[in-house]
């Protein structure tokens, strides 16, 4: 594919990136997609609007978040300089708010009196319930009876929280599940509810709309390394599941030619075992959840489920936008078993101090792959998206540790 | 409209049929391959004699997520049973042996579609008998996936109305629709809420002031004498999940339809469809 003068257009108003994306929901849905359509496009090109999003993301959770030099790191892969971004710092303890925070924003202008969400890990999940006792709105949020098992710390923050929670069972009783039985919530309560989905995937306008208030990440990130190091990075990483923290990190640099993007997804027991979350490495584009992407699929159309370490990891597709940008080839998209992310999650808990979950802790294995053969002025920044308190059972389980 | 973008089939034909007749059709729903596709093809061939007016055949997909927990579950037994596309359009050619009368609509998600591939699979479809098509996640914003290319291949492409779907949008909708239109007179999934027969008329009379297609409506219609309600103010009436809970209900230990499972849903036809060619007596 030749070179694109701007990489940072889409979607089109079709709510297309290419093939990808689009509003593939069923009728009873459309409406209310086109509503949400709407009202963004309003909000987004009003000042008032950002004006209130960036008061929240100063005062409430916590922004801008620190770029940070791991040192420790940095010597003992012995290469290139790396750079954390301290999205685990944000109230709540992931990049998950500033979505949170934007969507609520514009369920309040639309005079939506009720919110749901679906989750996986729980980090959304935790996110939207926060937001909703933040304005005083009441919240469902729909997850899969294997992660409510497996998350449990997340499920009673959310119960704190005032949030319903709702085990789903239907299907495999995942992250898939959750959002089908959210997706069904909606279209049986159009009148008052507002769906906040927590990554940048699903109908238009989600996947552009999610998106952008993801970006605060990478346009801080910009503004850091300048004051920082006087120039921007020289490689950007981070994990993928449905990629919004991904795609926050990468947009502002998209048209960066200098600047080398990768994404990083799950590869589970490994691509080859057939028990991984890598849709762009292991998948093939279909249609799911009111998008064209790629998927993990069978060879009928029928979606399966993935294996991750990390739950939050652990969806069949990924955000529409990302299938497209791995068919440019503006981005590469590579893969972490959840052998090297364990690895990496107890490297950056002994070297810097910090307990990384397990979703950035595939991005920090990739950096251990990449960086000591690197020379000591590449610039590396790493988006650390969450912290691991939720993953210190799980880890501890693997790990063998009493 | 031009008459090229509304292709005259089996379903066009028995709707003028049971327009001559002065009554409404009824349109039954099963998912292919539930709970077995050896068991799910014999209770189709004897499902026009029973009474359906129309079949809707569901193919079988892992997230139906328009379907109420009824329908989910048996598109699970079918995928579980080892249903798969090309078994479903082997279901419709074998019906077709029988019976080359009775209009059979496809009705599904998209996704099993496309990785089929459209072209091949519009090709299989129209070749086996297959007269319209309903993708449930295909609205009239994503016609040219399907939509339109049904249409070129002589099949009507069903579309869905909904509550939601207001006299602005609903141009929209019936602009490419062919065969009939489809009500769901819900705000919901399938098999959960029941319609109110009174604001099924007044949405039915919105619907004809935008389209002289017939319409049918379902979502929510259980019993036969919900059905005759329904067949006084439109032109089908259309039960699934109430039929496939027949199914659910009658399986062993094993999930193997037990004897007498057939006689149990043709009679839930016959009786729906009493209700619905009485109605207007």
Redo the contacts between chains.
């Keep these: 594919m030749s070179k694109l003068n701007t990489y940072r257009e889409g979607p089109d108003e079709?709510g297309h990136f290419d093939i990808y994306g689009?509003?593939?929901?069923?009728?009873?849905l459309?409406?209310?997609i086109l509503e949400v359509q709407e009202a963004w496009d309003k909000a987004k090109n009003d000042v008032a609007y950002w004006d209130e999003f960036n008061r929240y993301m100063k005062h409430y959770v916590g922004r801008p978040s620190p770029l940070y030099l791991a040192e420790r790191l940095t010597d003992h892969f012995g290469g290139a300089k790396v750079y954390f971004k301290r999205d685990e710092l944000n109230h709540t303890g992931a990049h998950k708010i500033n979505n949170t925070i934007g969507q609520i924003l514009l369920a309040k202008r639309m005079g939506k009196g009720r919110i749901i969400a679906e989750t996986g890990a729980g980090q959304h999940g935790v996110a939207t319930a926060t937001v909703c006792a933040l304005f005083g709105l009441p919240c469902v949020v729909y997850m899969g009876e294997t992660d409510v098992k497996r998350q449990r710390p997340n499920v009673v923050r959310m119960k704190m929280l005032g949030a319903e929670i709702v085990p789903v069972t239907?299907?495999t009783g995942t992250l898939?599940?959750a959002m089908?039985e959210a997706?069904?919530d909606w279209?049986?309560?159009?009148?008052d509810t507002f769906y906040i989905i927590g990554t940048a995937a699903g109908p238009h306008p989600y996947p552009a709309m999610v998106r952008d208030f993801q970006c605060v990440i990478g346009n801080e990130t910009k503004e850091q390394m300048m004051e920082m190091e006087g120039r921007l990075p020289d490689t950007c990483i981070a994990a993928i599941g449905g990629g919004s923290n991904a795609i926050g990190l990468f947009h502002p640099f998209l048209d960066d030619d200098s600047v080398n993007l990768i994404g990083v997804e799950a590869a589970g027991h490994g691509i080859e075992t057939g028990e991984h979350c890598a849709s762009l490495n292991g998948g093939r584009p279909?249609?799911?959840?009111?998008n064209r992407t790629y998927?993990l699929?069978t060879?009928?159309?029928?979606?399966?489920d993935g294996h991750s370490i990390s739950a939050g990891l652990d969806y069949p597709g990924i955000g529409p936008e990302h299938s497209w940008l791995r068919d440019t080839g503006r981005v590469n998209y590579v893969s972490i078993t959840d052998k090297e992310a364990l690895e990496a999650f107890q490297l950056c808990t002994k070297k810097e101090g910090i307990i990384p979950a397990l979703e950035p802790s595939h991005a920090l294995a990739h950096v251990a792959k990449i960086a000591p053969d690197l020379p000591k002025d590449h610039l590396i920044v790493m988006n650390l998206c969450g912290r691991g308190d939720k993953d210190v059972d799980a880890v501890a389980g693997y790990l063998g540790m009493d | 409209m031009t008459t090229e973008s509304r292709p005259e089939t089996r379903i066009t034909r028995k709707f003028a049929a049971l327009k001559a007749e002065g009554r409404a059709g009824l349109v039954t729903f099963l998912t292919a391959g539930d709970p077995t596709p050896e068991a799910s093809e014999d209770i189709l061939l004897g499902i026009a004699e029973a009474g359906a007016d129309l079949i809707e055949i569901g193919m079988p997909?892992?997230?139906?997520?328009?379907d109420?927990?009824a329908i989910?579950a048996s598109s699970?037994r079918a995928?579980k049973a080892g249903m798969?596309?090309p078994k479903t359009l082997e279901i419709v050619r074998s019906f077709r042996k029988k019976d080359d009368d009775t209009p059979i609509i496809l009705m599904g998600?998209?996704?099993?579609?496309?990785?089929?591939g459209v072209d091949r699979f519009l090709t299989d479809a129209r070749e086996a008998g297959i007269d319209g098509l309903i993708v449930?996640?295909?609205?009239p914003?994503?016609e040219g996936e399907l939509c339109l290319p049904a249409i070129e291949a002589g099949l009507n492409f069903i579309?869905?109305?909904?509550?939601?779907?207001?006299d602005k949008?609903l141009p929209k909708?019936v602009k490419h629709a062919s065969g009939f239109v489809y009500y769901?007179s819900i705000?919901?999934?399938t098999g959960?809420?029941s319609a109110d027969a009174g604001q099924v008329g007044e949405a039915v009379a919105r619907i004809r002031r935008h389209t002289d297609l017939p319409v049918a409506v379902g979502f929510g219609i259980k019993t036969p004498d919900q059905a005759a309600e329904i067949a006084k103010v439109a032109d089908a009436a259309v039960v699934g999940s109430a039929l496939v809970q027949v199914i659910a209900d009658n399986r062993d230990e094993n999930g193997a339809p037990l004897p007498g499972t057939k006689d149990k849903v043709l009679e839930l036809v016959g009786a729906l469809a009493d209700g619905v060619r009485g109605a207007r007596n």
Excluded: C, W
């Design positions: 079709t689009g509003r593939y929901v069923a009728e009873t459309m409406p209310l239907a299907g898939k599940d089908n997706l069904r279209v049986s309560n159009v009148e279909g249609v799911l959840h009111g998927l699929q060879e009928d159309g029928q979606i399966v | 997909f892992s997230d139906p997520m328009a109420g927990p989910q699970l995928l798969t596309l998600y998209f996704n099993p579609i496309y990785i089929y449930v996640d295909l609205p914003e994503e579309y869905l109305t909904a509550p939601t779907t207001d949008r909708v769901v705000t919901g999934i959960t809420k």
